[in-house]
């Protein structure tokens, strides 16, 4: 069948580089995206970092060609998928019938566990463009800001606040800030990074519970009895695929739309659901290098990548290519450029190549089973091409890319 009604559903990095790849690769039809939010699609890193530091706040707007010819459904949410009836319903009723749809709704920030515990005002997420605005008009020199959660986005925010003048409290649960990520070697130097800025970093703790007058925060307690004094409260505990609006469709969203590795969507069963891929951060994909688990990556290349190749498979249904990219990540600390390749996380062996913390120099690779399955480097970025070239050998090797 040539498709020739085709839906992205999200408005973002994964989903207008889907609608760009379509029409690269030959796709005539009629193409619609949808998406939740109010504005074109934009880029998310600078909403911790430039967003926030710079006195006039950039646009963090993606350019769109402006022959891509897309009918955009913007400020309007998906509500309902019908795989067997190829049918999108929209808030308001509306229905799009398809040939195809490319399911890119991404992700929300994790709230608190009990919402019923959260002060009316002063406790904050950051995901979207919005939060962004509504976070960056707390940041004045002398505020007080108790950040929860030490990974990338909270480390991010906490550099960002920092810079503005804002006194700031870094709250981690474990003993590292993004140790859970890239273990404590490297952990152990972003805490020196953070603690260096005037970071006041509380680590091996939790907060137990707000404090507020009327409604509005006054502070937090932590699990270990302190009691911190705050203006606002950033909750940087993750993020949870997108996946509400599938229930009932049959496809299997159990933290999130698991696929094949041709990015097609499986139903409950483990089967092909026909005319549905998925991309970006809803997304859960297997990985050549955690032997061909699937699950899902929250990264900028990894949207871009999972995008373009969505599309083909939309395009090649009966012959889709397979998805065997390699995951990258990055982060700007003060002066520190973080990369890595790869998934770190999955190590059982940390090997360090170059620790110089007076020069804000690292490089380490992680290993398990005693195979490379991830590299980062801070202010090294030239050495990760042999790390990438090592994980692309063994992502493409027959006994990784089977799933």
């Not at 911190?228 to 933290?255: F, K, M, N, Q, Y």
């Amino acid at each position: 069948m040539t498709a020739e009604q085709l839906v992205i559903v999200g408005a973002s990095l994964a989903g207008l580089r889907a609608a760009e790849s379509l029409r690269h690769n030959g796709f005539t039809g009629r193409l619609t995206v949808v998406g939740g939010e109010a504005h074109p699609p934009y880029d998310r890193p600078p909403l911790s970092k430039q967003l926030l530091t710079s006195d006039i706040a950039p646009d963090p707007a993606l350019p769109v060609p402006h022959d891509l010819d897309v009918e955009w459904r913007l400020g309007t949410s998906a509500v309902r998928l019908q795989p067997d009836h190829r049918v999108l319903t929209l808030a308001g009723g509306t229905r799009l019938h398809y040939d195809g749809v490319l399911v890119a709704t991404g992700a929300h920030a994790r709230g608190w566990p009990d919402p019923t515990q959260v002060p009316d005002h002063g406790v904050v997420t950051l995901r979207t463009r919005d939060d962004a605005t509504t976070l960056r008009a707390h940041l004045r020199p002398g505020r007080r800001l108790v950040v929860v959660g030490g990974g990338f986005l909270g480390s991010e925010v906490a550099a960002s606040a920092r810079a503005r003048g804002v006194e700031v409290v870094l709250v981690h649960s474990g003993q590292q800030p993004l140790d859970h990520l890239v273990g404590t070697v490297a952990g152990s130097f972003v805490a020196a990074l953070h603690r260096a800025a005037g970071i006041d970093l509380r680590a091996g703790t939790t907060v137990a519970r707000f404090r507020s007058r009327e409604g509005h925060l006054t502070g937090v307690e932590l699990a270990d009895g302190t009691a911190l004094s705050a203006d606002v409260v950033l909750l940087a505990l993750g993020a949870v695929p997108a996946t509400g609006w599938l229930t009932g469709s049959g496809l299997d969203i159990e933290r999130g739309v698991r696929c094949d590795r041709h990015l097609r969507a499986l139903d409950v069963h483990g089967a092909v659901v026909p005319g549905v891929v998925a991309a970006g951060d809803v997304a859960r994909v297997p990985q050549p290098l955690a032997e061909g688990r699937a699950m899902p990556l929250g990264h900028w290349s990894n949207a871009v990548a999972q995008g373009t190749a969505a599309a083909r498979t939309l395009l090649a249904p009966d012959d889709p290519p397979a998805f065997t990219g390699v995951p990258s990540f990055w982060s700007d600390l003060y002066d520190a450029r973080i990369r890595s390749v790869g998934l770190p996380a999955l190590h059982d062996e940390v090997r360090v190549h170059e620790h110089d913390p007076e020069g804000r120099r690292l490089d380490v690779s992680y290993h398990r089973n005693g195979h490379l399955v991830g590299a980062l480097t801070v202010n090294r970025t030239g050495r990760l091409a042999a790390y990438r070239g090592q994980l692309l050998s063994r992502a493409d090797s027959p006994s990784h890319t089977a799933a």
